[in-house]
């Protein structure tokens, strides 16, 4: 290869590497905000006496919780490491190496799962067998959701004893990454993520889903045959409540499917790729590709509130009240 054309690649490299770095950084400082205000607002609207009661707003609240911490320190730690030159802490240090990724890992992989919970709360409240509705309650929610957090962590601890510094033999750069073999463990970890991340919960919502889909219309039918008129309007507002929270849990999945799936996937095919030859402009390519599914992915966890305020009027309603009442109380200060 000549030197014009190792120059022209390098600087057809450099623009792709600038081109991402600004992505990343424009992403962050728009849903950074966007996502904090947005998470405070949704944790006010689930500790509401119409929600809280509803075990599932209880799953909500904490897939909530961790989209704050996702958005807060996954987004900014991401910034940090990729949206400017140099300033990866993790490059340069080992321990930080080990300790950045296994939390950025593991606080992503947590709000699927959530929302997974969430689903199966919706399947067994829908059921017509008292023993499956007995399990959709708060007691359960406040137990199963301490234990799917650290479950959700003992997954990825496997990073911090593979992760460590390393150097891009291309451009001869310090990078925290997986050690040993180049391509062994990140095709293991890339299809950890396909199947613990990606295809999992997808498979996991979609039969949750269905089956919920079945429980409700059987239900339907029986409290169309069962109910007494004063029975009638209890029942009517609770299938109003559960109504609306199973159309914010079905955006929920939607986001949550389409992006877990599209960056597993992405992953994979880079680290298959992993062990061939690359020149500069082909190494740029790949980072381009993980800033843009990488940022992509943070979609459900980060910008959760304005999915349940498209898809609830009952949302948008308890959301309401918050406003209203700061209104009426700066109006009586006057």
């Not at 009517?236 to 929270?245: A, L, V």
């Not at 590709?289 to 509130?305: E, V």
């Amino acid at each position: 290869m000549s030197s014009l054309s190792i120059v022209n690649l390098q600087l057809a490299a450099d623009n792709l590497n600038f081109i991402a770095m600004m992505f990343i950084r424009c992403y962050c400082y728009i849903v950074i905000p966007l996502g904090t205000a947005g998470h405070l607002m949704s944790i006010y609207v689930f500790t509401r006496r119409t929600l809280r009661s509803n075990p599932c707003s209880m799953y909500f609240l904490a897939a909530t919780i961790v989209g704050l911490v996702n958005t807060c320190y996954t987004l900014p730690m991401r910034m940090i490491q990729s949206a400017f030159i140099d300033t990866d802490p993790g490059a340069h240090s080992s321990l930080f190496c080990k300790i950045i990724w296994f939390t950025l890992y593991s606080i992503r992989g947590l709000c699927p799962w959530l929302i997974v919970l969430a689903c199966c709360d919706r399947y067994l409240s829908s059921s017509t067998s008292i023993g499956k509705r007995a399990w959709s309650s708060i007691y359960v929610a406040k137990r199963i959701i301490p234990l799917t957090i650290f479950i959700g962590f003992l997954v990825y601890i496997h990073v911090p004893i593979y992760f460590d510094i390393d150097t891009i033999p291309a451009i001869q750069k310090p990078i925290c990454s997986p050690s040993g073999r180049p391509g062994t463990y990140s095709i293991i970890l890339s299809f950890l993520n396909l199947i613990y991340f990606g295809l999992s919960p997808s498979l996991c919502m979609l039969l949750f889903g269905i089956l919920t889909l079945q429980n409700t219309q059987r239900s339907k039918r029986l409290v169309a045959r069962s109910s007494t008129n004063s029975e009638d309007k209890t029942n009517r507002n609770h299938w109003k409540i559960n109504r609306h929270i199973l159309r914010m849990l079905f955006l929920q999945v939607l986001v949550y499917s389409a992006t877990g799936l599209a960056f597993s996937i992405a992953m994979i095919l880079i680290s298959i790729n992993a062990n061939q030859p690359k020149n500069v402009f082909q190494l740029a390519q790949d980072n381009m590709t993980i800033a843009a599914i990488g940022m992509f992915s943070n979609n459900g966890p980060c910008l959760s509130f304005y999915l349940f305020t498209l898809s609830s009027t009952l949302f948008r309603k308890e959301l309401k009240k918050l406003f209203c009442r700061h209104t009426r109380v700066t109006y009586i200060k006057y």
